[in-house]
């Protein structure tokens, strides 16, 4: 049974990439970490990722989970409710769990 979320702000995140190499176009890993410290410096609760922006269908298996670990491990730090996670496969969300 589903559970309602602890009232607060939560917003959708981009997912950053790399243009070099230009043929695979990696996740940046730094500028993801830099800015979900931004949002919870700015007072969010939670974030919403792979979510409203549309990449999670391009990801990867192995990028999809780097990045959810990337925001889950900066929300965790901070006692803040990990991310939110939005994606077409439910099979993918239970993988995670």
């Known amino acids: 049974m589903a559970s309602a979320l602890p009232p607060g702000i939560y917003v959708p995140m ?11 176009q990696p996740v940046d890993v730094d500028t993801v970490a830099k800015h979900v410290q931004f949002l919870i410096d700015a007072g969010v609760h939670g974030v ?7 990449e999670a269908v391009h990801l ?16 965790i730090r901070e006692r803040k ?17």
């Open 48 to 54: 919403v990722c792979m979510g409203s922006t549309g």
């Open 14 to 24: 981009p997912t950053f990439f790399l243009d070099e190499p230009a043929t695979e």
């Open 81 to 97: 409710l990990s991310s939110l996670l939005v994606v077409h496969k439910n099979l993918f969300v239970v993988q995670l769990i």
């Open 60 to 75: 990867t298996e192995e990028e999809r989970q780097l990045v959810i670990q990337l925001k889950k491990r900066s929300m």
